[in-house]
């Protein structure tokens, strides 16, 4: 009986000391878990310092350069055709190599009538061949097709750097875009909070005025359902500015959550005033990636044609080997041989002829389309000019919408106010008002864009 009870005992205390095993367990499980969500919660490393600094439009700029996928495909472009132009010096060198092998033959000999071999054999063999040699071998002269080559392949090269400064411009404009439209979305939610602050005011003062007796419920209706648009208006400003945010992230190469802050004011635009138009078309010419783009792909075009040609000529080449051969593994016989060797092709089977055909074909195409878009070029400068011209015509006229439609409300809230106004006169200016406030937004904003979109279609950006 008291061993029962004993081993009761101990099985009680086995039990607790389980018990607490599995309770320190799983305070080291929670433990675990919320320190990840913790760490999980906090940004690491540089994208901490991004949500504690104020960046400016330069900034993000220089982010997007450095994280953008595309522009890394880019310059991955570039390395490769280097590369491309660096194998197409090799036919200016010369080529060696090593050569080793082993063959057993058996051959049949025609000798003159009345020669024989000292074993009256017509045969040789069978017998084994070892043999190693060095070789080597340098083109002399190829009727200037290597030469033709490399100029191509230079030229190719030419031709995808501008392609990547092309996509450089084209991340620069973007981001530049996406941070005016963050400016943007923030102006336009200012002013949506002003509107709900005015129509608020508005209904306060109409549930005054219909307590005293002076005014119908309809106006308190009608100034309540004017502060509920005021209100969606504002949720919807809200909306988009988490878009700009996240397409601003997008733009720099960043997670679309990233919680950023960026300056709240915008650089000095391009004045229209100062710009001469003909000095911009002729910049752009100079100064356009595609433009240099189209030019080095006509020059790669004009090469291949001399590539192709050259296969007309003659090709001179200088050769030799030296090495050991024998009927042993270890041979010991000499055999070395040098030489010059001319090749002329006679016929080809019209090969050339075509080949030659095709490269003036492609280079005829080249031009057209260089042609082409030298006329593009100057039709995006003359639209973003207009469009300049445009955005701060806009600019202005809307800024004097502001101080217009500012005062008609205040005289109509007076004029309200001692029962000389209707209600549909204060809603009316009070719209009026935040009509005119969206639209200077989108004229400052749209001053900033195109400012940077002639920048880009001059090539300066």
Not at 156 to 178: N, W
Request: glycine residues 4%; contains cysteine.
């Amino acid at each position: 009986m008291v061993e029962s009870r004993m081993e009761r005992n101990i099985m009680k205390k086995a039990v607790i000391n389980f018990a607490g095993c599995i309770k320190i367990l799983l305070y080291v499980v929670l433990f675990c878990v919320s320190s990840a969500a913790v760490a999980l919660s906090q940004p690491a490393g540089g994208a901490f310092e991004l949500t504690t600094k104020v960046l400016s439009l330069q900034e993000c700029v220089s982010i997007a350069l450095d994280d953008s996928p595309t522009l890394q495909a880019a310059h991955f472009g570039v390395t490769a055709v280097e590369e491309a132009a660096g194998a197409a010096k090799a036919p200016y060198y010369p080529q060696v190599g090593v050569s080793a092998g082993y063959h057993r033959w058996d051959r049949t000999v025609f000798l003159p009538s009345g020669m024989d071999l000292p074993n009256s054999s017509d045969t040789i063999g069978a017998t084994d061949e070892w043999d190693g040699r060095l070789y080597a071998w340098y083109t002399l002269y190829d009727s200037g097709q290597r030469r033709a080559e490399l100029l191509a392949a230079k030229a190719e090269t030419q031709a995808t750097t501008a392609e990547a400064q092309m996509v450089r411009q084209d991340i620069i404009l973007l981001t530049h875009e996406a941070y005016f439209r963050v400016l943007e979305a923030k102006a336009s939610r200012a002013a949506a909070q002003d509107s709900v602050h005015r129509s608020e005011q508005h209904l306060t003062e109409a549930q005054k005025r219909f307590e005293a007796g002076d005014v119908p419920q309809a106006d308190v209706l009608r100034a309540r359902v004017d502060a509920s648009n005021a209100k969606l208006d504002l949720v919807r400003a809200q909306n988009v500015l988490r878009i700009a945010h996240s397409n601003l992230n997008a733009a720099m190469g960043l997670h679309p959550l990233l919680a950023l802050t960026i300056e709240e004011r915008y650089p000095e635009p391009v004045a229209p005033d100062n710009v001469d138009l003909a000095w911009a078309l002729e910049s752009a010419l100079q100064s356009r990636p595609e433009v240099t783009f189209a030019q080095s792909r006509t020059e790669v075009a004009s090469r291949r044609i001399d590539a192709a040609a050259g296969k007309y000529g003659p090709r001179l080449k200088a050769e030799g080997h030296y090495g050991r051969r024998d009927d042993e593994f270890l041979p010991e016989a000499d055999d070395w041989s040098a030489g010059v060797t001319l090749n002329i092709p006679l016929f080809t089977g019209f090969e050339r002829t075509h080949r030659v055909a095709e490269a003036k074909a492609l280079w005829e195409r080249s031009r057209a389309q260089e042609n082409q878009i030298a006329l593009e070029v100057r039709k995006t400068v003359v639209e973003a000019f207009s469009h300049l011209t445009e955005a701060w015509q806009a600019a202005e006229t809307t800024a004097v919408m502001i101080l217009d439609a500012r005062e008609s409300l205040r005289l109509i809230a007076s004029r309200y106010a001692v029962s000389a106004a209707t209600m549909t006169d204060l809603l009316d200016a009070e719209a009026a008002l935040a009509a005119a406030e969206a639209k200077n937004v989108a004229a400052l904003a749209g001053q900033q864009i195109t400012s940077a979109r002639f920048m880009r279609a001059i090539g300066e950006l």
